[in-house]
């Protein structure tokens, strides 16, 4: 099977439920609970979502190009450090972050931010305590030499 096609089937089942069926949970058992007031500001959520679905797309692609998809178990067997991987590390976890935050801001969720911000929390457990040690055990030195280039999950403004 194609990476594509593999990266479809797992974005379905990790992704999705993270973006989609958690969010729609939430929203729809607790509809008018913790309701925050942005006014506008709630369609920047919009922009937000998009951006997050191009990110994430984005990064399967490069994936894919590199033989593997985002599963832990169908990794590429080469270091991935280009687009938008040179710019964060977890361009891929900014993106669905991205998604679920916009989510929050169009539908004016507190509960969909606190969420947002635990995953943030998972996610970045499992970066520092299973995928950096093993992407450093595979990769050896040019992983090394890619933590020290590449910021985890801001980009820098300017290089130094």
Request: glycine share 10%; aromatic share 16%; proline share 8%.
């Amino acid at each position: 099977m194609h990476p594509l096609a593999r990266s479809a089937l797992f974005t379905l089942v990790g992704p999705g439920t993270v973006t989609v069926l958690v969010p729609y949970i939430i929203l729809t058992g607790f509809p008018s609970m913790f309701t925050l007031p942005f006014g506008p500001f709630r369609y920047l959520g919009i922009t937000l979502f998009l951006i997050g679905i191009g990110i994430y797309t984005t990064t399967v692609a490069l994936f894919a190009a590199a033989g593997g998809t985002p599963a832990p178990s169908d990794e590429p067997q080469s270091l991935v450090s280009v687009g938008l991987y040179g710019v964060v590390r977890n361009p891929m976890y900014v993106g669905v972050l991205s998604i679920v935050f916009g989510e929050a801001l169009f539908f004016q969720s507190a509960l969909l931010l606190i969420y947002g911000a635990l995953i943030w929390g998972l996610f970045h457990a499992f970066i520092v305590s299973y995928e950096e040690p093993h992407l450093r055990e595979k990769f050896g030195e040019e992983y090394d030499q890619y933590l020290t280039e590449t910021p985890r999950w801001f980009p820098r403004l300017r290089r130094a």
